[in-house]
């Protein structure tokens, strides 16, 4: 096992501390969400995916995608905690995980990123367009495997 693999596995650990300390804060300031999200979940989603689905990362702010796969297509990689998605732009391919409290991630969306920017709400103020999480597990459903990005480890 290499250094950047061991601390890959290490991320289940750290994410339950972090939680941790969020249900510490929320206990003693009731009424404040302490959620992690953002850069945080977003970065943490990223090495997860690039490590998980043999994912090649690009550099950070790289217009609409995150990443590319070994025969060249462009993923975008979204990670949540929440109930929906924004999107800024029509991705590629769209990798859509949850990061759970626990470390594990659960696959919410495979796939290409057309279906998922049609299906999305309309263009709000801050830029992106909305779709829940429910919605990306009906249209995950309906895509075919060979359309999937494909879970390496």
């Known amino acids: 096992m290499n250094n950047n693999e061991s601390k890959i596995y290490a991320i289940p650990d750290k994410i339950k ?17 302490f959620t992690p999200d ?3 979940v977003g970065s943490i ?9 043999g ?3 690009l550099p950070p702010s ?8 070994v025969d060249g297509r462009l993923v975008q990689i979204k990670a949540t905690q929440g109930r929906s998605i924004g999107l800024r732009g029509n ?3 769209l990798l859509v995980i949850k990061i759970l409290s626990t470390g594990a991630i659960e696959e919410i969306y ?9 299906a999305a709400g309309k263009l709000q103020n801050n830029g992106q367009r909305n779709i829940s999480t429910n919605k990306l597990k009906e ?8 359309k999937q990005l494909q879970r390496i480890k």
């Open 45 to 53: 989603g990223e090495v997860l995916a690039e490590f998980y689905y």
């Open 139 to 146: 249209l995950f459903k309906k895509v075919p495997i060979e």
């Open 17 to 33: 501390e972090l939680y941790k300390i969020v249900d510490f804060l929320e206990e003693s300031f009731p009424g404040r969400p």
């Open 110 to 118: 495979s796939g290409p990123g057309s279906i998922v920017w049609e």
């Open 91 to 93: 991705p590629e391919y």
């Open 55 to 57: 994912l090649k990362l």
């Open 62 to 69: 790289f217009e609409t995608h995150d990443a590319t796969t």
């Open 38 to 40: 953002g850069h945080l």
